[in-house]
């Protein structure tokens, strides 16, 4: 599989929202500013068929309304499918009027998003042989949020989205040959792991392979100093084949 870092940043950072694109048609998350980050990078929005969204904060979720914008100004008939948390659907509405006013209809009926919510999602095949499950993590006050592992072709690789050091994040590594983990700060907090966090995990589990994502700017430096083995600290843009 094919993982390209569209965005490694967390709110305030220098580099884009966290959002990762797997074999350039399957995106997980879609925070503010996404959606042009994909352009610049050479990635069509019409390839996006599917984007599983890890919870309703707007660095997760915030360019929804302008990628349906470019699907309907380009008149994108392909079918895409955006799952996540329940009332996102609605969430996104909401967001849209302020931005838009007036105009979601309009635009859904061109756009034809289909927007899967969900409480439990055990696993969903979404074509090309690749099934996706979702954990719920613990990511302080916002209840749900979610992290994925994406099979394919008996690899995996996981994904905590924004969440404190918990069981569903072992359960994520241990399944996972990549697991690609939020780590905002330097120390552990109560809805996001820091770098504290990552070493503990680097050394629990040695044969696996952990990469890190939603980076504060200071944090990404220390741990890119550390060099360890089983610890990858990307940049937007970099490109992992798995």
């Known amino acids: 599989m ?13 580099q884009s929202c966290a959002s990762v694109l797997i074999e350039n048609k399957l995106l997980i998350d879609m925070g503010n500013g996404i959606v042009k980050r994909l352009k610049q990078t050479g990635h069509p929005i019409k390839d996006i068929e599917n984007c599983f969204i890890t919870h309703l904060h707007g660095d997760h979720f915030g ?18 499918h ?5 009332g996102l659907k609605k969430t996104v509405k909401e967001l849209f009027d302020i931005l838009f006013p007036g105009d979601y209809e309009t635009v859904q009926e061109v756009a034809k998003v289909d927007f899967i919510e969900f409480e439990e999602m055990k696993q969903v095949e979404i074509g090309d042989e690749t099934y996706i499950t979702s954990y719920e993590v613990q990511h302080g006050k916002i209840k749900p949020a979610y992290g994925y ?4 072709d008996n ?15 072992d359960t994520i590594v241990k399944q996972s040959d ?5 780590m905002s700060w330097m120390d552990s907090k109560k809805s996001h792991m820091g770098l504290e966090d990552i070493l503990k995990i680097t050394q629990i589990y040695p044969d696996k392979k952990i990469v890190t994502t939603h980076m504060q700017d200071y944090t990404r430096e220390q741990a890119k100093k550390l060099n360890i083995e089983n610890l990858i600290v990307p940049d937007d843009g970099e490109i992992i084949e798995l």
């Open 2 to 14: 094919k993982v390209e870092f569209v965005g490694t940043g967390s709110i305030g950072a220098i």
């Open 63 to 80: 360019d929804i309304p302008f990628f349906m914008l470019d699907r309907f100004m380009y008149k994108i008939e392909t079918p895409v």
């Open 82 to 86: 955006i799952y996540g948390p329940k």
């Open 149 to 152: 592992i994406v099979e394919k």
């Open 155 to 169: 690899r995996k690789i996981g994904f905590s989205g924004d969440s404190c050091y918990c069981e569903a994040i």
């Open 178 to 182: 990549l697991s690609i983990l939020d």
